[in-house]
């Protein structure tokens, strides 16, 4: 088990209701002036923003909106919400909606002390400061990316199709409401992408080199089989509310750091290469009309099979413990199999399992069900090396002809 650094700092706000006591839990905790930033329009819909203003103005927090954040949210409303945010002179960026919505109010948060374009904190060319910068609350209204507890927000830039991840301490949310309620308006498909996004936050830390390490490897199976027991009982009933629940505190748990510790190859660092969410960023970078969940429901089953047997003992365990699969011995059940056929039958019948789950719920088997063709690999393939280099990855290193090669797999 590998040293590790546990930070998990954010209060949660977790149960029914827990929406009218935004205002509340934000005055006590000394907060004036909210900048509330929400995405479409799901939030004016469900009432849920009206809930949320209501208890800011009953607690006598003064609150500035910031609506319109798409899916994949794009750096144009950042900047637009750090200009907002200086000029009203706002102390908190509370996000009312998903990851979208909270990656962009941390991005927001860290770009208010910046004097440059934000976008530098995205590719490097700066790095945030405390001082100055906003703090972040989060509504959550879909489990999905764990924005809500995570050190992390993803950004797109559309001009130049990247779509960077920029991790610090200083945009970690201080107070998450997590009121399962607000979900039972979430349609299938994203209630459908989040649990897949969930169960890839667990495996990408699950299948790296590092390990075995019992406490953390039985949690993160753990919260495997929850969620593939919960996700189709809220689908079947969207108004389950355990179910709703359940779905909800796993997302967090799948993302705060909890389900890796001791397989991190540095302390302070991640577990894991993150492999499949490097391949994955890269369709949602092109077409935002990708869901990241979506697209990993498709990459992440085609990089496992690329990549499993150099670590056969990683697929061996997480099939035994989360699909009770087991290689069959050749000797006591009588079939003719040699040891390593035994064990690539176990692993893929492993893989083929965990696709047929994210099916069973609605997700694509293909890239070509995404709308992604082979013509448009190789332009994934430039803003792949942009990102991740010329190689990348932990369970083994990635190439871009390796990445090239899953693509093309899933396709
Ligand atoms: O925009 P509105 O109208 O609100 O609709 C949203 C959006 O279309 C809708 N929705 C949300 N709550 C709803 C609802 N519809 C009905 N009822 C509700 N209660 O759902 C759609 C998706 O929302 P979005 O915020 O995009 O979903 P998600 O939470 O999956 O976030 C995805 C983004 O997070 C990034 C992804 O790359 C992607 O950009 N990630 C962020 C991470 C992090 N910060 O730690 C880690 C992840 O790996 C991920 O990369
Ligand atoms: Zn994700």
Redesign the pocket.
Known sequence: MNDFTFFSPTRFVFGRGVTDRVGDELASAGYAHALVV?????????G?LGRVLASLDAAGIAHTELAG?????EVGLVREGVTLARECGADLVLGV???????TA?AIALGVPYEGDVWDLFVGAASPVAEGKLDVASVL???????EA???????NDACQL?R?LSSELHRPVIAFMDPE??????PY?TA??VT?MI??VMERYFSSVGPVPVTDNIACALVRALMQEAPRALADPEDYDARANVMWAGTLA?NDLAGLGRNASPAGRAGGWES?AL??EL?AHDASI???AG?AVIFPAWLRYVWADRPERILSFGRDVFGIEPVDAEADGVDVTPEEAVRDAAEATIDALQDFFVSMGMPRTLGELGVTAEQIPALLATLEQNKGAEFGDLRRITLDDARAIYESAL
Request: avoid cysteine; proline fraction near 7%; charged fraction near 10%.
């Open positions: 929400y995405g479409q329009g799901s939030v004016v819909r469900t849920t954040v798409r899916p994949n949210p909606g998903g990851g979208s919505v909270i990656d941390k209204t879909i489990p999905a990316a764990g924005s995570s050190a992390s927000a993803v950004i797109t779509k991840g607000l979900t039972f308006t979430l349609p994203q992408a989040g996004d890839a936050h993302h969410h994955e960023h949602s869901t990241h969940g990993l």
